[in-house]
């Protein structure tokens, strides 16, 4: 008889893949089902309080991940528990990935930085173009004041943002779901970059494979969802019919799972 961590894991992964299937249309065009369901497993077994969790609940936020054709294992994307729930959020890596993947005007190089004392910084507008010019000093460990994003195009026009260290603040006090989450506590860097680049992605037009897609990418993705307009679509997830047995218990009998295989597999990944 398998634990109630174990349990929750078979249930999750059944469910999962069964919305994998019933949504295979709005799914990337090169997406890979047999590695993503491995990548998930994996991940979740170290996942904290996994046990706790909604094998439907859990199976709904790493469909997102799915929609967007973000890995999880390779940390573009997160499934972070939140009360008794698994909140999705992109990572930096992620963001640039879909920036890249799905941008109408094709993108050279895209990145964020963040500027600490010390370092130059400077914008300015010259002869109508934008210009941005940044000297940091070598291995400067100076408090961060500030952060920017820099996105250029192969037809030479560009886009930025930059955002203060205090505006960033501003945003993860008022409008982060986990503001106290591992992310924001011990990698506070990446997070100011991951914000400002947030930002300047919302200004780079997107064309999806599909409508989930899209809404996901909108009204989901971010932790930070500062400028979200108020209008709600519909969810892609509405007409996902959930079999009525996981709305308890999976009353079915669901393989057993072998998460070391899993983990070796990716491993041959490579």
């Given at each position: 008889?398998?634990?109630?961590?174990?349990?929750?894991?078979?249930?999750?992964?059944?469910?999962?893949?069964?919305?994998?299937?019933?949504?295979?249309?709005?799914?990337?065009?090169?997406?890979?089902?047999?590695?993503?369901?491995?990548?998930?497993?994996t991940v979740l077994q170290e996942t904290k309080d996994i046990e706790?969790?909604?094998?439907?609940?859990?199976?709904?936020?790493?469909?997102?991940?799915?929609?967007?054709?973000?890995?999880?294992?390779?940390?573009?994307?997160?499934?972070?528990?939140?009360?008794?729930?698994?909140?999705?959020?992109?990572?930096?890596?992620?963001?640039?990935?879909?920036?890249?993947?799905?941008?109408?005007?094709?993108?050279?190089?895209?990145?964020?930085?963040?500027?600490?004392?010390?370092?130059?910084?400077?914008?300015?507008?010259?002869?109508?173009?934008?210009?941005?010019?940044?000297?940091?000093?070598?291995?400067?460990?100076?408090?961060?004041?500030?952060?920017?994003?820099?996105?250029?195009?192969?037809?030479?026009?560009?886009?930025?943002?930059?955002?203060?260290?205090?505006?960033?603040?501003?945003?993860?006090?008022?409008?982060?779901?986990?503001?106290?989450?591992?992310?924001?506590?011990?990698?506070?860097?990446?997070?100011?970059?991951?914000?400002?680049?947030?930002?300047?992605?919302?200004?780079?037009?997107?064309?999806?494979?599909?409508?989930?897609?899209?809404?996901?990418?909108?009204?989901?993705?971010?932790?930070?969802?500062?400028?979200?307009?108020?209008?709600?679509?519909?969810?892609?997830?509405?007409?996902?019919?959930?079999?009525?047995?996981?709305?308890?218990?999976?009353?079915?009998?669901?393989?057993?799972?072998?998460?070391?295989?899993?983990?070796?597999?990716?491993?041959?990944?490579?």
């Amino acid at each position: 008889m398998p634990d109630k961590k174990a349990l929750v894991l078979q249930q999750s992964y059944s469910q999962l893949e069964r919305f994998l299937q019933t949504k295979a249309a709005a799914l990337p065009k090169d997406f890979n089902q047999t590695r993503f369901l491995q990548n998930c497993m994996t991940v979740l077994q170290e996942t904290k309080d996994i046990e706790k969790m909604h094998p439907v609940s859990i199976a709904r936020t790493m469909l997102k991940g799915a929609f967007l054709g973000l890995d999880f294992f390779n940390r573009e994307c997160y499934a972070i528990p939140y009360g008794n729930q698994l909140q999705f959020q992109t990572d930096y890596k992620g963001e640039i990935k879909l920036a890249k993947k799905y941008s109408i005007n094709k993108i050279k190089d895209i990145y964020a930085k963040n500027v600490r004392e010390g370092d130059k910084f400077e914008e300015k507008v010259v002869d109508g173009r934008q210009y941005v010019n940044f000297e940091p000093i070598p291995f400067n460990d100076g408090e961060i004041i500030g952060s920017f994003a820099v996105v250029l195009f192969e037809d030479g026009s560009m886009l930025y943002e930059t955002m203060s260290k205090a505006e960033i603040e501003a945003i993860r006090d008022n409008f982060s779901k986990a503001k106290n989450s591992l992310a924001w506590t011990k990698t506070p860097g990446e997070m100011y970059k991951k914000t400002v680049l947030r930002r300047l992605c919302k200004l780079i037009e997107k064309d999806f494979d599909s409508a989930e897609q899209r809404k996901v990418y909108h009204e989901e993705v971010a932790e930070v969802d500062f400028d979200r307009e108020k209008t709600v679509e519909a969810s892609p997830f509405d007409d996902i019919i959930v079999d009525a047995e996981f709305e308890d218990v999976v009353k079915e009998e669901v393989p057993e799972l072998n998460l070391e295989e899993a983990a070796d597999a990716k491993a041959k990944q490579g």
